[in-house]
């Protein structure tokens, strides 16, 4: 491992040299292939790593990891085997690994899988690869793990990402149009966004139900987007991005709430555990429910596409039809 | 004190226990408002919390406690083991299997429909595990019988993991169900559960005087007239019907099959048959305990009484081991 970045870095230097060498003999004719360095170091959670200039043979060894990518414009030559969990991501997602080469199902990397892709860079999340993992997939190939502040922190993880695989335009690009997206909305929809929100999914047990927090993807969205939270919640910070309350406390909390979001699948239909939920009559009984400002959206968020088309749904599916009440 | 006033003790402390599970919690209410809701509710929100969440969930602890402690003390009076527990030698672990086996291949998610899998996955595991930990000598091997359920719960737990994590509908579905909780939703799985228990308990308490029998030793059982195959074959029926039905109600549930028998014995002694009674009312109290505690030590959220029985069981079992020793 080390002597293989020792080699790099050597490597790099001397190409640096030579670089230098050729410009300094005033050549006009510079030769692309020959100028910029063959590779780069890029920063992640388990140091600096040499990584091709332009990384041709990519593998996503994380669940989240082909999305991140696919929004990055990078097409990966092997991800993790989804099974029959793939039916969940959305149709273009499904159309993106489809025939793909696969290391495994989550948490049973194969390695042998991982050799037989011939990557040249290998990328993937540090909440799923720990030191010892990373150590073994080092040897394959370079290897950048990227870690965001907390789990499912797709932007710092996005980053990264576009960092080891030279896709910064493409980033540059999404953050853009998501700035853009939640300006606008923020702008066009002021009232609606100050209205009450909470934003639900099933609880731990039968009879409990969970409200999402900004410490989680969705939550922080609607944060982002200035959404009001519900003054029923309870304050809390939980680090999974959730937390589970009794059926007991769901008058007390979502009463407060103007407009409920409620989980769908990723083609937009019901999401089948959250029926038993939805169709209580605790909360049938609530005022959101009972004005019908209960709306159902995929929370299925890992990486700027997805996002963009969750501000989308959040635009169609609620904003627009609150805007046209008032 | 005497078996009468141990039993009428135990019997406040049930009614005492249901009472509590009845008004306190995320609301608290008067057993005035709780009789209420039940007899002249009129659906306010407040009627739908005592009706559809507190009555369902006090049913299931009972039966689910009364099921788990008979159960345990029914499997320790009839394998002569200390150690035996529907949890420890994995009964649980089967009916668990059973559950998650009717959900991925089948799709069945009514309670009335599961229940059926948890039974065969319970008696099929009994069927494993004494079969696997079968005593080599006369007088039984406390320690063969344990391993082998051990082993063969560790087996059962991963293979149930493994389906649940390969099944994406089975994960939404047991997620919740794994913890083990009584925090139930209306009275389907109250019913489904219901007639299996009773039928458990009855059986079990028909079969106390041959196991008081037993525990003296397998010949001085035949010599007092007792069966044994016939009352083996009944008590693993019984401890199938208890521990099949509790873990379709409740899912999987640690120690309380084991604690409930051994503190019942250090209050009343020995007499497997009262410790049976005993335990059979004991459960409920130690189980409706344990629900309420993990309703309040995390407010506003709940701890599942999956998790609050392991914690308070394994203190309590620190404390038995102490005393006896």
Known sequence: MRTTRYLGRLGVALTVAAALALSACGSEDDDPGTSGADTRTVASA??????????????????????????????????????????????????????VATVGAFGETNYDAIVKAAPDLIVG???????????????????????????????????????????GDALAEREEAYAAKVAGLKERYADQLALTWATVSVGDAEAEFSVLYPTGTVGAL?????????????????????????????????????????????DGTPWEPFAVIKSNSLFTALPAARSGSVFELSYGVTDYDTALQFLDDVETTILEPLAARS | MSP???????????????????????????????GQALWSGDGSSHDQVIRDLRVPRTIVGLLVGAALGLSGALMQGLTRNPLADPGILGVNAGAALGVALAITQWGIVRPGGQVWFA??????????????????????????????????????????????????????????????????????RVLAVAPFVVAGIVLALVLGRSINALALGDDTAQALGVRLV????????????????????????????????????????????????????????????????????????????????????????????????
């Open chain 1, 222 to 266: 609607l944060d982002e987007l200035g959404a009001t939270p519900a003054p029923g919640i309870p304050d809390a910070s939980p680090e999974p991005g959730y937390a589970s309350y009794s059926f007991e406390r769901l008058d007390a909390i979502l009463s407060t709430a103007d407009v409920i979001v409620v989980p769908a699948n990723a």
């Open chain 2, 119 to 188: 039974l065969a996955g319970a008696a099929l595991t009994t069927l494993v595990v004494a079969v696997i930990g079968r005593p080599r000598r006369s007088g039984g091997d406390v320690v063969t019988l344990t391993l082998s359920g051990v082993a063969v719960g560790a087996v059962l737990t991963g293979i149930t993991s493994g389906l649940v994590l390969l099944h994406p509908r089975a994960f939404d579905s047991m997620r919740s169900w794994n913890a083990g909780s009584l925090a139930v939703v209306g009275y389907d």
């Open chain 1, 46 to 99: 388990y140091g600096d790593v040499e990584v091709p200039a332009q990384p041709e043979r990519v593998v996503a060894v994380s669940y989240d990891t082909p999305w991140q990518l696919q929004s990055l414009d990078v097409k990966p030559v092997a991800t993790q085997d989804y099974g029959t969990w793939v039916d969940s991501f959305t149709p273009a997602q499904q159309e993106f690994v489809k025939g």
């Open chain 2, 230 to 325: 016939r009352t083996r074959v009944l008590a693993l029926v019984a401890v199938t019907l208890l521990c099949g039905a509790a873990t379709a109600a409740a899912g999987p549930i640690v120690f309380v099959g084991l604690m409930v028998p051994h503190i019942v014995a250090a209050l009343i002694g020995p007499d497997h048959r009262r410790v049976m009674v005993c335990s059979l009312l004991a459960g409920p109290i130690l189980l409706l305990g344990c629900d309420l505690l993990g309703r309040y030590v995390a407010q506003p959220r709940e701890l599942p009484v999956g998790v609050v029985a392991a914690a308070v069981g394994a203190v309590l079992l620190a404390v038995v081991i102490r005393r006896r020793s």
């Open chain 1, 125 to 167: 999340d540090a909440y799923e690869i720990d030191e010892k993992a990373y150590e073994r997939l080092a040897d394959i190939a370079p290897t950048v793990i990227v870690k965001g502040s907390f789990r499912g922190d797709w932007k710092a993880i996005m980053a990264g990402l576009a960092e080891a695989t030279g896709a």
């Open chain 2, 4 to 34: 009468g006033r141990t039993i009428g003790a135990l019997l406040a402390a049930v009614v005492v226990a249901t009472v509590a599970s009845l008004c306190l919690g995320g609301r608290v209410f008067s057993p005035v408002e709780v």
